[in-house]
């Protein structure tokens, strides 16, 4: 089937079958995408030691991946409505693959870094624009389904990143970590054949906007991380800049009436919670497991990835779900998995390391279920004016959510550096569920209130 045909008006299942195998190709290159991300943390450690520098400075190679993971992230979405997803996928894979075997021969932590930084800028063509393939151009009964399976090759890439990263930096050394990326090369056949030739749009790329959209997010990521009053200033200051020149232009960069959207805001407030307790979890996960129950860093990711496998082969059958049902009752069935999963993580990391797994396959379950249903609601909600925007927003505020989360976590464990490490991390997760029920709470309020006015309106109408 010619690639031209595969578009939005003639993607059903009869007439095309097509964008089974591509959802498949995005499912795993999401899995190294995503595996990109976590297995480095391990690696971490070993990098900080063979290049001489400060652990200070190392924690750039995080931050830094993160702040441009989650900025390009939106830039390819938003790319997307005047240059094909072919391009982009194409552009983004080369670039995440031409810095990956940089990244291999580097020898100091400038190029180290500035490698790291352009995986990031290619790996963020990946999240966004598969979301935008599955919600433009796969059919409605078949959506979440897929969304759910590219959200569960995401999970298996966030429980196997540790495993792959203790395994490879243990027998070979953390420079072989950049060979695993390009995996990716696999696929890219399959991804060029299939991906969608897509109309272009009328007007411009905004890239003013783009540029203030990121240096606001960089402050915002900023004044938490260095918990400093200056770039609290900054943020505010650019926020507002930002706002009111999105407001004047007639092909923003982020649409301001996404924003006045309360069905939208409050798919963003439980994405966001979700995506805190999530990157919060794997970052305390491996404190536990190795400062608590004092495991070697394989152990730690071979109990981490059941949660991970049974999350990617749970993701379809919730899809299915969904698909079947709706999203509304599993984005509360949800967050009160993950409400739930906190709690144990609280009463239960001190006791055993196998409690830390058994909670963590449950939180995936969760995730997988929030995720998939809050991405398929975000899909049905907007017009097609708005989705690229309004996907890559929602993809920008829960990778900015997990990176806001784990700096939380950090501060709030420095706090406690008195405490014994059972009652730190016990607050840490109480603090996570303290999160999850402001957001379930706020979901409640809201289904109350469109409750009254429909109710109000059919008395009106009598």
Known sequence: MAVASFTRTSAHKQENPQYKKLILALCFCSWFVVMNTTMFNIALPNIITNLHITPIIGSWMVSGYSIAFAIFTLTFSRLSDYISIKKLLLIGLSIF????????????????????????????????????????????????????????????????????????????????????????????????????????????????GCLLTSCTTIAALLTISQTSYLFGAVFVGLAILTMFYLMKQNHPFIFPQLLFNKHYIRLLVIGLSGFIFH???????????????????????????????????????????????????????????????????????????????????????????????????????????????????LQLLQFIGGGIGVTICGLLMNLQEELPLYIQYERVYFMLAGILVLAFSYQIIFRLKQYNNRKRIQGDNR
């Open 97 to 208: 693959i031409s810095s990956s075997l940089v990244g291999f021969f580097a020898e100091n932590f400038i190029i180290l870094l500035c490698s790291r930084i352009l995986q990031a800028v290619g790996a963020g063509a990946v999240p966004g624009l598969s979301m935008i393939i599955a919600s433009r151009y796969v059919p409605i009964s078949e959506r979440a389904k897929s969304i759910a399976m590219i959200g569960s090759g995401a999970a298996l890439g966030f429980g196997l990143g540790p495993v792959v990263g203790g395994v490879a930096t243990q027998f070979f050394g953390w420079n072989y970590l950049f060979l695993i990326p390009l995996m990716v090369l696999v696929f890219l056949p399959i991804l060029m054949q299939l991906s969608p030739e897509n109309e272009r749009r009328e007007g411009s790329f905004d890239i003013f």
């Open 279 to 393: 990157f919060s979890n794997l970052f305390m996960m491996p404190l536990i497991l190795g400062n608590l129950h004092h495991r070697d860093p394989i152990i730690m990711g071979l109990l981490i990835f059941p949660g991970a496998i049974i999350a990617m082969f749970a993701g379809p059958y919730i899809g299915k779900l969904i698909d079947l049902y709706g999203s509304k009752r599993f984005i509360s069935l949800g967050q009160l998995t993950l409400l739930i999963a906190s709690l144990l993580f609280a009463f239960l990391q001190a006791y055993n390391s196998y409690f830390i797994m058994g909670a963590y396959i449950f939180a995936s379950i969760g995730f997988s279920m929030l995720n998939s249903s809050v991405a398929n609601e975000t899909a049905y909600l907007l017009s097609a004016e708005l989705n690229s925007a309004g996907m890559g927003l």
